[in-house]
């Protein structure tokens, strides 16, 4: 059964250790394809979250966005694969940032093509949301097994 776990750990991280290695290998001075990619996405998400909400996003560069979401997906893949609670919590954090950014399907109307791909995307996320939400419940939930042992019984005669 730990084997299972394992296996089944390696599998699911497989999804954020790669991405985040393609996006490490991708990275030059000014964040790579992906920042360049993000950087249109991520305007229109400040407009919109400071249009709905009357909160501005602070200005940023858009590679120390990148560069904290490789280092999120790297670390959380890391420490996930081993069982931790906390690597969980560093992906539920990148699934949390990045998905209303890069699957911003509420910006088109239904009868585009692009929004069936971007809402497709955007509920795989979900997804991926929701078994790291599993996780961490049942990691919280499971009882802990006691340290002290039971005292040795004497012997009456």
Known sequence: MAFLSLLGRLLFVSVFALS???EYNQFGADGGSTAKALTPKYNVFSKHFA???GFQIPAFEIKFLVAGAI???AI??????FGSTTGA??????QVIATPILYDFYNYDIEEKEFLRLFIKFTQSLALLGALLFFVGMK????R???TKKAAKTKTN
Request: proline share 4%.
């Open 71 to 73: 280092a999120l997906k």
């Open 89 to 94: 919590l560093l992906l539920i954090l990148h």
């Open 51 to 53: 249009t709905h909400t």
């Open 20 to 22: 985040a290695w393609q």
């Open 140 to 143: 919280n939930s499971t009882p």
């Open 145 to 147: 097994r006691s340290s």
């Open 76 to 81: 959380g893949s890391l420490l996930f694969v």
